[in-house]
């Protein structure tokens, strides 16, 4: 079965500082990974995927994520944090990219930025 | 593209009634969609797969005779929560994919409250 691991509950940055949240998955197949984020009382916004390719990938509001294989890790980045990115964000991983997608959730980080 | 709109935004009602929460893709057509429910702080759970003229399939431990899902066209699937207590109390969330296209869009939930 799919899991994954988002070890940062609460992370706590200031603004203009980077940031990495850690996002590690078990999936036996080739996994389909996935970052949202969610504000208050929103539903989620994609900010970036991974099918396959090249293992960095950039996403929106200027965030990328690293696949890396031999660490079943999916980390999620961003040189320097605006305030607008305090949200809750979560990583996912799906078993397909056809047909009916079922998305595995980690339980989450909650971003914080100091000003 | 792409746009996942799910209404109401918040509901309350009363212990014992029944709430309906439409989710509807706007812009394409997505025989499969699904519900997430989440609680404070916590990550989505998968509750049920919602299948377009067909009969959804739930997750284990989901009451189908309480969460009734009717998914009657390609763009709109409801869920009803029948005689709702308080512990139905949530956040539920729809999303849809996107056909030949590997992520998933979200809708921006729905807070039911039940007094």
């Known amino acids: 079965a799919q899991s994954v691991t988002q070890p940062d509950i609460h992370i706590t940055v200031s603004e203009g500082a980077s940031l990495e949240l850690r996002c590690n998955y078990s999936y036996g197949a080739t996994p389909y990974l996935f970052w949202y984020v969610q504000s208050p009382g929103q539903g989620l916004q994609l900010l970036l995927k991974y099918f396959s390719g090249d293992t960095l990938v950039q996403g929106i509001k200027g965030f990328e994520a690293e696949f890396k294989r031999s660490q079943s890790s999916f980390n999620l980045r961003k040189p320097s944090v605006h305030w607008s990115d305090a949200a809750e964000y979560f990583c996912?991983?799906?078993?397909?990219?056809?047909?009916?997608?079922?998305?595995?959730f980690g339980q989450g980080t909650r971003l914080t930025i100091n000003p | 593209g792409a746009v996942v709109s799910q209404h109401p935004s918040w509901v309350i009602c009363k212990s014992g009634t029944s709430v309906k929460i439409e989710c509807r893709s706007l812009?394409?057509?997505?025989?499969?969609m699904f519900w997430y429910r989440q609680f404070p702080k916590q990550s989505l759970m998968l509750m049920a797969t919602s299948n377009e003229g067909s009969k959804a399939t739930y997750e284990q431990g989901v009451e189908k005779d309480k969460f009734l899902i009717n998914h009657a066209s390609l763009t709109l699937s409801t869920l009803t929560v029948t005689s709702a207590h308080p512990e139905d109390s949530s956040f539920y969330i729809c999303?849809?994919?996107?056909?030949?296209?590997?992520?998933?869009?979200f809708g921006q939930g729905t807070r039911l409250t039940v007094v």
């Open positions: 812009d394409f057509q997505a025989t499969t």
């Open positions: 996912a991983v799906g078993d397909s990219i056809q047909g009916a997608q079922k998305l595995v």
């Open positions: 999303s849809a994919r996107v056909p030949g296209r590997g992520e998933a869009f």
